[in-house]
């Protein structure tokens, strides 16, 4: 069974958090006109890559090729061009700051201990980010309050110190994202018809069991407390949302 079939399952104010999220995306790149959206290619930021053309702004793209994503992920760059007919930026890690890491700790060494496991997202994940960001005021996410206990108080609206972040399905629930794509034919993942709920780099994600948390395929060996690459850890504290005119009834 694929997963629209298993998750398709709308919350009772779908059409609302839709059109909210326009709102919020239109109101915002009004105030923001150097946006870009940063797109793990799971399930949640082909919804946003959607709702982004839905919305009519002028917002880019960017993907994180770490060097270890699979090639299911990698896949869906082409069909983001084709269907949207936008280029894709693709950041990638320094070559030679890689390769000393590899050369040091070894292909495995996220195994061995969280902090070489950070290392190696802040070499294939933060750095390229930083880039990727560079010159922008503003960023969008798919980050939803529903994907971990880490991201339960995460705000639609963060004024981070040189840009603002946007996450505008923070609201939705796992079936509101799977009924989005089937309404919308958006495309996805292969891998999430294969029970990967969350997708990151090959070698830290596997698929989870019946009865597992979401993110329980993520860096899997580790306490549910370190579960993040640094991408969204939240260091001050979020601002509250700016008012959204919304035509939701």
Not at 36 to 45: F, K, T, V
Not at 59 to 78: N, P, R, S
Not at 227 to 239: D, M, N, R, S, T
């Amino acid at each position: 069974m694929g997963a629209i079939a298993l998750y398709n399952r709308p919350s009772p104010n779908h059409a609302d958090k839709v059109s909210q999220a326009l709102a919020l995306l239109r109101q915002l790149a009004s105030l923001h006109p150097r946006l870009i959206q940063a797109s793990s290619l799971g399930a949640e930021d082909m919804v946003v890559t959607h709702l982004i053309h839905l919305a009519g702004i002028d917002c880019g793209v960017f993907v994180l090729d770490t060097g270890k994503l699979h090639t299911e992920t990698l896949a869906l760059i082409g069909l983001i061009e084709q269907r949207y007919h936008r280029s894709v930026e693709v950041y990638r890690p320094r070559q030679e700051s890689m390769l000393r890491f590899v050369r040091l700790q070894g292909e495995d060494a996220m195994y061995r201990s969280t902090e070489l496991r950070k290392q190696c997202c802040d070499i294939r994940k933060m750095e390229p980010l930083s880039r990727a960001l560079a010159g922008k005021n503003g960023w969008i996410t798919g980050l939803r309050r529903e994907q971990s206990a880490a991201r339960a108080g995460v705000a639609a609206v963060v004024q981070e110190p040189e840009r603002v972040k946007i996450s505008p399905i923070v609201e939705w629930t796992w079936g509101d994202v799977w009924h989005f794509i089937a309404r919308h034919q958006v495309p996805y993942n292969a891998l999430h018809d294969q029970f990967f709920p969350s997708i990151g780099c090959a070698p830290c994600t596997r698929a989870i069991a019946v009865g597992e948390d979401f993110r329980a395929g993520r860096w899997w060996w580790e306490q549910e407390s370190a579960k993040e690459c640094g991408l969204h850890v939240q260091p001050f504290p979020a601002q509250n949302n700016p008012p959204v005119e919304s035509n939701a009834r």
